[in-house]
């Protein structure tokens, strides 16, 4: 079946029909409810669509005009993306964000998503590897030491690791709490195992309890991309190049797994919207099921 024809200017100036648009998106992101990097995610891909509409207005003048014209362009832009080799996950994100834009105008389109390939086994670092990160986040001070053990014990976003205060840390002598400010303004509270209470302590008897971020540095509090930096800087010394937040995370959802979790816990742990997302974890590679099968069959 077709898609309605609904009107809702005449084809005319598309180049300032994209740019009414995009101004009325980006006002709607300022003050919904969308995180912060999502939102300047969303402006970014609607800017760069409709840069590309006016750089091929001639082609789709009635872009704006009803829900066929626009689902024509948007349909047009998906396979430029395609063209550039962008992940299938940028191209659905794009393609969410200027339906977004296209909603601020009153027109629902809908436009095929891009395949996304299901993850195989998550890049966790082996136990080897994870010892010698850990040597290597200690020698370079008790902060990096304790910004490892957060990403790593307690399966900290980036965002989330830089947003840390030093309120959302509870520590007693015996048990240990976080608190993380997740995405969509999401607020979860998760356990800290021994080693990472051990050095967030001696991280804080450095820093001091005062009110304000927890991570600081000579230059005042630590953003997402210092923290990067550092957990780059604790990879090299560690021989394990190009080391980011995320397979820390990817590593603690393993070690759960391992450890006999089940996926609503992991689910729980990790601030996942969905148990599909979860799921991965739950994917062995080939080394975990080698092992299975020797221990299963030993004689």
């Known amino acids: 079946m077709s898609a309605p024809v609904v009107a809702i200017r005449p084809a005319a100036d598309t180049a300032a029909a994209a740019r009414d648009a995009l101004a009325a998106a980006h006002r709607h992101l300022d003050r919904c409810k969308l995180s912060a990097s999502t939102a300047k995610a969303y402006k970014r891909q609607t800017s760069a669509y ?32 395609a063209g550039t080799r962008a992940a299938p996950a940028s191209i659905n994100q794009a393609l969410a964000a200027v339906t977004l834009l296209y909603a601020q105008l009153g027109l629902r389109i809908d436009v095929k998503r891009a395949r996304v390939p299901k993850p195989g086994e998550p890049d966790a670092l082996t136990r080897t590897e994870q010892g010698r990160v850990e040597r290597a986040a200690a020698r370079r001070g008790a902060r990096d030491r304790a910004i490892v053990a957060i990403l790593m014990y307690a399966g900290a976003r980036i965002a989330e690791c830089a947003r840390l205060e030093a309120c959302d840390v509870m520590l007693t002598a015996r048990t240990g709490h976080l608190r993380l400010h997740g995405k969509g303004n999401e607020i979860r509270t998760v356990p800290l195992p021994a080693p990472a209470r051990e050095h967030l302590a001696a991280w804080l008897e450095v820093r001091g309890t005062a009110e304000g971020p927890l991570w600081t540095g000579q230059r005042g509090p630590l ?65 975990e099921q080698a092992a299975v099968v020797e221990r299963v069959f030993e004689p």
Not at 51 to 65: K, Y
Not at 71 to 77: K, N, V
Not at 224 to 240: C, M, R
């Open 50 to 81: 409709t840069a590309w509409l006016i750089a091929h207005a001639d082609d789709h003048d009635d872009a704006f005009t009803d829900v066929v014209g626009a689902e024509a362009a948007l349909t047009a832009w998906r396979r430029h993306l």
């Open 223 to 287: 953003t997402a991309s210092g923290i990067t930096q550092a957990v780059l800087a604790v990879g090299d010394d560690a021989g394990v190049p190009g080391l980011r937040s995320h397979r820390l995370r990817h590593t603690y959802a393993t070690r759960l797994r391992e450890g006999g979790a089940d996926p609503a816990q992991i689910q729980a742990l990790l601030g996942h919207a969905s148990l599909d997302t979860t799921s991965r974890y739950f994917r062995a590679g080939r080394t």
